[in-house]
């Protein structure tokens, strides 16, 4: 892959993203307008509050520069009741408010929670009195008398405090409040947020679908990897998937060397026979039909003893280009998704780029962080090379069409939930009580401990706060080999063999979710460099078919 495409990848990628997150934005919005309704308000909860002051004031409330009341941006609603008497709510400029209650006793309303209901104040001391608010000529907005008060007042730019007192201004004050917000812009602004997000998307998926067809060719035959590496342990070349296998020779016959049997595509390598030994070896228990996904690694005999150690640094250049070619990854099989629906056909250019994503996110996973199973770096390449490493899928000629609606989202939970069993995290919920970490009490006794034989459901508890978090099947295993490496200088055979069978599970998963293959993952672990099911029979030659 040359420079070009992949800085068309990673600028649609880039599109991409940045579409998606309008496109969420848009969801947000619209969830906020539609919650709305044609004449409410978006409001917290009605509560009582109460403070021995004069008065209780909100906090600075900031509106940005170039906003007018009557550009009509937004309205705050707030409404009010004194259970006991006049109540007066009222807004007006932060400075107009400070000078009315400079020396005057009164309550900023701080932090608040409503599951429970807490509320907190900043009290500001002061021995004057202050004049009846209704009679003060500052208010922007106000409102006054007995019963429920409700106060609408546009956003308009400055720096505004809400007031509620009594409206004779005796101290004391307690309302029941209720603040809500209406804006008529959201509506609008989602539905531009949401045009923008469809171009953003559609541009970003025209240029990595540009990056991927651009300059594509077809590589025929499977060059074969050299210095002994390889699917079947040697180092010529198998037929490539999408090859069809010629008919062997009749007995006897002996095929010259470097010569391919007859109707073998132009430029293909015959694959030699293995002997009786390495493929009784390969192929023991290797009974059933072989799986068109194949994940292949073979375990350097030479591994440093240090080198694990830095060997995800060592690769973060591989981690940056494949953020960027997964993005791309699933932006094509989405493309592809929508062509299988309609002509029954993974577009083959999609399909060989897929595969290749797969194939260098595999080679990055075998040298730094799945396996550790070689020294050697691996290339920045999609196709398939020397590196002892590889994945490979047979390419479809049709697929089904009702499949490609179910299966990677309903028929794959079987096999998501076993591989991620094996390779995701988990967490663990600590159910603790105090105010670290833990559930906490909402009111009362502060934290005292609970009593489980009155409150065995726990209501008494508020939220939970404590969890942990553990590391996959997976990587303790990788994380075992390394130690052992480490102090040993040699890698277990026995668990890079399992380690490899679980990476093989998990691939062949991945491959049918992205609609890769119609045939379902077998609930099997091939454990090896190898499925001992694509080997043949000692004598035979091996082939991808």
Not at 119 to 139: K, N, R, T, V
Not at 204 to 230: D, E, F, M, N, Q
Not at 373 to 379: E, H, L, M, V
Request: a negative charge; proline letters at 7%.
């Amino acid at each position: 892959m040359n420079a070009g495409r992949i800085v068309l990848i990673v600028i649609g990628s880039l599109l991409v993203l940045a579409g998606l997150t309008a496109g969420a934005g848009a969801a947000g919005l619209g969830t906020l307008a539609a919650a709305q309704g044609d004449d409410g308000y978006l409001s917290v909860p009605e509560e009582t509050y109460s403070v021995g002051s004069y008065a209780l004031t909100s906090e600075n409330v900031e509106v940005s520069t170039g906003i007018r009341a009557q550009d009509d941006v937004g309205r705050v609603q707030v409404r009010g009741t004194d259970p006991d008497g006049e109540l007066f709510i009222g807004i007006a400029s932060r400075a107009d408010v400070d000078r009315y209650l400079a020396g005057v006793a009164h309550s900023e309303l701080g932090d608040v929670t409503f599951d429970p209901f807490s509320a907190q104040y900043e009290e500001s001391p002061g021995a004057a009195a202050p004049a009846p608010p209704g009679e003060q000529d500052f208010w922007s907005a106000s409102s006054a008398g007995t019963g429920t008060q409700e106060l609408v007042w546009p956003l308009q730019e400055g720096e505004w405090t809400v007031v509620v007192m009594n409206a004779d201004a005796s101290p004391g004050v307690t309302a029941d409040l209720q603040v809500g917000i209406r804006s008529d812009v959201l509506g609008p602004l989602a539905w531009w947020l949401l045009i923008g997000a469809v171009v953003l998307v559609l541009g970003g998926a025209a240029l990595i679908l540009a990056a991927i067809l651009a300059g594509r060719k077809h590589t025929g035959a499977y060059p074969g990897p050299s210095g002994g590496h390889g699917p079947y342990g040697y180092a010529a070349a198998p037929v490539p998937a999408s090859a069809e296998t010629p008919a062997s020779p009749p007995a006897g016959t002996q095929v010259p060397a470097g010569a391919t049997a007859a109707g073998a595509p132009p430029g293909t390598a015959e694959a030699p026979a293995l002997s009786g030994a390495r493929a009784a070896q390969l192929s023991a228990g290797g009974t059933g039909a072989p799986y068109p996904a194949r994940l292949y690694g073979e375990l350097d005999p030479g591994l440093s003893r240090w080198l694990w150690l830095v060997k995800w640094f060592l690769a973060i250049p591989h981690f940056i280009l494949l953020a960027f070619l997964w993005i791309a990854f699933w932006v094509a099989t989405v493309i592809a998704g929508f062509a299988i629906l309609f002509t029954a056909r993974y577009p083959r250019g999609l399909f060989e780029f897929n595969v290749g994503v797969l194939r260098w996110s595999w080679r990055v996973a075998f040298y730094a962080t799945g396996v550790l199973g070689t020294d050697r770096y691996p290339p920045f390449s999609l196709e398939r090379t020397d590196y002892p490493a590889d994945f490979d899928v047979a390419y479809p000629e049709r697929l089904s069409r009702g499949l490609v609606l179910v299966k990677w989202w309903l028929l794959v939970i079987p096999q998501a939930l076993i591989v991620g069993a094996f390779t995701g995290s988990g967490y663990v919920i600590v159910r603790q009580n105090g105010p670290f970490g833990g559930w906490d009490r909402s009111m009362g006794d502060g934290g005292s401990a609970v009593n489980w034989a009155t409150d065995p459901a726990g209501e008494g508890l508020r939220s939970a706060g404590g969890w942990t978090v553990g590391i996959s099947l997976l990587t303790l295993l990788v994380l075992v080999a390394a130690v052992a490496l480490l102090f040993t200088g040699r890698y277990p055979r026995p668990l890079f063999e399992f380690v490899m069978g679980l990476q093989r599970w998990s691939y062949r998963v991945l491959a049918y979710t992205a609609l890769m293959r119609d045939e379902y993952p077998p609930f099997r672990l091939d454990q090896g460099p190898v499925d001992a099911r694509d080997l043949p029979a000692a004598g035979g030659a091996a082939r991808f078919s």
